[in-house]
C-alpha cells in the first residue's frame, strides 16, 4: 500500500534501499543437476507470501544500456522501453531456484491481464552471466520461462553498471572446486513508470504471483499499487 505520512514514506524508502543495496544479493550455484533451457519452468508460488511492492520515495532512471536481444539485434533500452510500462529484472539461466521461480510468477501475473494490456506490459529479463547466456541460450529459456519476454544479454560491464545504477548487486560468475558455477545477483524486480520511466516501485525476493497480478492493472495505467 502507498505510504500516507512522510515517516512511513522513509521507512519505505529505507526498506527499499536496504534491499536493493543489502539483501538483495542472492548467491545461486548451478552444477550438473541444474535445469536446462528445455526443462519446465519452476511452479507458479502459490500466494502464501505477504510481501508486497515498496513505492520508492526516490525513483531510479532507467539504465542506459544498449544491448543485444534474443534474435541478435542491438537493443537501447531506454529507447525501446521509452512511455511503456516496464518491468526489468536481473539474473540467469542455469539459476536453479529464485530466476524461473520469480519469472514463471512474472508471466503468470501478466497472463491474467487482458489481451491489450499484455501487449502494453513490457517484461524484461537482462543476464546477469552474459558468458553462458548468449541470445539463442536465452531465447530458448524465456520461451519456458516466461513466453514473451525480452531476454537481452551483452558486455558484463555494462550490465553491472545498469545494475548498480537501479541498485541491484551482480558480480561475475565463478567456478568451485566441485565445479559447480556460482553467480552472485540481486533478486529485486523495479517497474519503471510509462509516465516518466522511472523505477516507482520495486519488490524484493519472495513476492507472489498473486502480489503481481493485483498490481499490473494499476502499474499499466502509470499509477502506483
Known sequence: ??????????????????????????????????????SPAAEVSDGSS????????RPFEKPDMILTDTDGEEFDLIEETK???????????????????????????????????????????????????????????LKSAAPGSIGLTGDFDTIQAGARSVGVAIEPSYEEKNGDIVSTHGSQVLFFSPKDDRAHVLYTEGVTAETFEKDFPKLIKGENP
Open 1 to 38: 500500500m502507498r505510504p500516507t505520512t512522510a515517516s512511513t514514506r522513509r521507512a519505505g524508502l529505507a526498506l527499499a534501499l536496504a534491499a536493493a543495496l543489502a539483501v538483495g544479493a542472492t548467491a545461486c550455484g548451478s552444477g550438473t543437476g541444474a535445469k536446462s533451457a528445455d
Open 83 to 141: 512511455g511503456k510500462p516496464t518491468l526489468i529484472y536481473f539474473g540467469y539461466t542455469n539459476c536453479p531456484d529464485v530466476c524461473p521461480l520469480t519469472m514463471s510468477n512474472i508471466a503468470f501475473a501478466k497472463s491474467q491481464l487482458p489481451e491489450a494490456d499484455q501487449d502494453k506490459l513490457q517484461v524484461v529479463f537482462v543476464t546477469s552471466d552474459p558468458e553462458r547466456d548468449t541470445p539463442k541460450e536465452l531465447g530458448k529459456w
Open 50 to 57: 505477504g510481501k508486497q511492492g515498496v513505492v520508492l520515495d
